[in-house]
């Protein structure tokens, strides 16, 4: 077997495996492990992820696109030192969508990217999600929070998807040594979302700009703290680099109702799309907010873009898109 990038003498590059590496999150992280010098094998199966979103990347030697499903078993080629697990439909319409194979991303999905990092091994990192607090009772939420779930409810899909993610990774850990990492991503956004996405922001910057009607569920009083891709993409890094097993929340501590939010992009779009108001749909969490502690202490990280910069970075990209 080649030798990895850490058993060179004098070298400081990884060779990472990266799932769900040409969605939104994955092609951000994509692009800063090679902007690092790391070797990145991304794979993708295209059911949330775009080709588009890794196109600039195609001619960086250093970078492979593989076309695979991770719930799938997959045997990489050659080395890795690193296996990071993003794979999943994360957006509310895709999973419901999609439920099945949400579960299989977390279960089966899992499985095989753990049974890759035992086989090389490589270190290993799940992106979980806030949605394991479910919609919590506990505010704001701190990684002791064990959640609110309703495991039976349509959103449990990819809420109980990743809670037994996190299990299994702990299992990995603790019975086969594997050494683990597990960030909890808290709402996030930026460039390369899709404007169908169905999550809060692209939809009121796509509305906005479309001159649509802005729609909010409920009275848009639930809150959520919204982090910049780029900040998440630094903490995801500090985390590999760290020796935490237990999980990271990563997310924006800054708190927002959606109205307001709703209220914030048409202000910085100049939009005049009136409010449209929808009933909140079934277990939709009324609050959301990381308590970013352990972040802070452990990996010396902490957002930096305020919400306007980074509203107004997305909004840029969405009027070239469109």
């Known amino acids: 077997m080649a030798k ?4 060179i003498p004098g070298s400081h590059s990884f060779r990472v495996l990266l799932t769900g590496g040409a969605g939104f999150i994955g092609s951000h992280l994509c692009e800063a492990l090679l902007a690092r010098g790391h070797t990145v ?4 199966n295209f059911i949330t992820g775009q080709e588009a979103n890794v196109s600039d990347l195609k001619s960086n030697p250093a970078f492979q696109l ?3 499903d991770i719930s799938l078993p997959f045997k990489p080629e050659g080395a890795l030192d690193y296996v990071l697990h993003l794979a999943s439909p994360a957006s509310p319409p895709d999973y419901l969508k999609n439920p099945i194979h949400t579960l299989k991303a977390g279960s089966l999905g899992t499985l095989h990217a753990l049974g890759i990092a035992k086989a090389f ?4 990192l799940l992106a979980s999600t806030s949605e394991v607090y479910g919609d919590p009772q506990v505010h704001p939420q701190p990684e002791t929070y064990w959640g609110h779930v ?3 409810g349509p959103r449990s899909v990819y809420d109980e998807a990743k809670r037994f993610a996190e299990t299994l990774t702990m299992a990995y850990h603790r019975q086969e040594g594997i050494d683990t990492r597990i960030v909890r991503i808290f709402n996030t956004y930026g460039p390369r979302m899709r404007g169908n996405d169905g999550r809060a922001i692209p939809n009121f910057i796509t509305q906005a700009l479309s001159k649509e009607a802005i729609t909010l569920y409920g009275n848009g009083s639930q809150t959520r703290s919204f982090c910049y891709i780029t900040d998440l993409v630094d903490g995801i890094q500090r985390l590999m680099e760290s020796d935490l097993h237990d ?4 997310g924006n501590p800054h708190e927002i109702s959606l109205l307001e939010l709703a209220k914030t992009i048409l202000r910085l779009t100049q939009s005049q799309s009136p409010l449209t108001f929808k009933p909140l749909p079934i277990d939709d969490p ?3 907010c990381p308590d970013i502690t352990r972040a802070r202490q452990h990996l010396g990280w902490s957002p930096a873009v305020g919400l306007d910069e980074g509203l107004s970075r997305a909004i840029e990209w969405f009027r070239k898109a469109l």
């Open 247 to 250: 999980p990271v929340n990563l």
């Open 286 to 288: 009324k609050v959301r």
């Open 121 to 124: 091994k490589a270190k290993f």
């Open 41 to 44: 094998l991304c794979v993708d």
């Open 150 to 152: 309703n495991c039976v």
């Open 66 to 68: 593989i076309r695979h």
């Open 4 to 7: 990895s990038a850490q058993e």
